[in-house]
């Protein structure tokens, strides 16, 4: 998501690169706190579980028909630490790395792929689009 800017020094056009890419972070992390809450009240924000990692890719639409659940899991495996349930942030870019190659096949280069799915993942929420609503009832 970098911009070009009309200035004429390439100071303030790498100043504007690192912010935009400040702000992309940002909102990266902002999302896997969102999904790591999602559901858990006593939850940090600081690890991510398998079964919220499938629940972000497949609201934020890395899921598809290039990428399936079954890539997501092994993607999980792979990169959760041995012995562990969860992921950190650092794992999470890991994996949306090795996602990218196989969710943006036709870019050109592998940072075109990472960028993409970053812009697919940045500054989402989860959703409760399938959940079942409980329904309030009197005595009959």
């Not at 495996?77 to 999470?92: D, H, V």
Request: charge should be positive; hydrophobic fraction near 30%.
């Amino acid at each position: 998501a970098v911009v070009s800017t009309q200035s004429t020094g390439s100071f303030n056009t790498l100043q504007h690169y690192y912010i935009l890419n400040l702000t992309e972070a940002m909102e990266l992390e902002n999302t896997f706190a969102a999904f790591s809450k999602f559901g858990d009240t006593k939850s940090t924000g600081k690890e991510l579980d398998n079964k919220k990692f499938s629940k972000l890719c497949k609201e934020t639409g890395i899921t598809g028909k290039l990428v399936t659940s079954t890539d997501i899991d092994i993607c999980f495996s792979k990169y959760k630490p041995k012995g562990g349930r969860t992921i950190m942030m650092k794992e999470f870019e890991e994996c949306l790395d090795e996602l990218s190659k196989k969710r943006f096949p036709k870019k050109e280069s592998h940072d075109d792929q990472k960028a993409a799915i970053r812009n697919l993942v940045a500054g989402k929420t989860p959703g409760t689009k399938g959940t079942t609503k409980s329904i309030k009832k009197g005595w009959h």
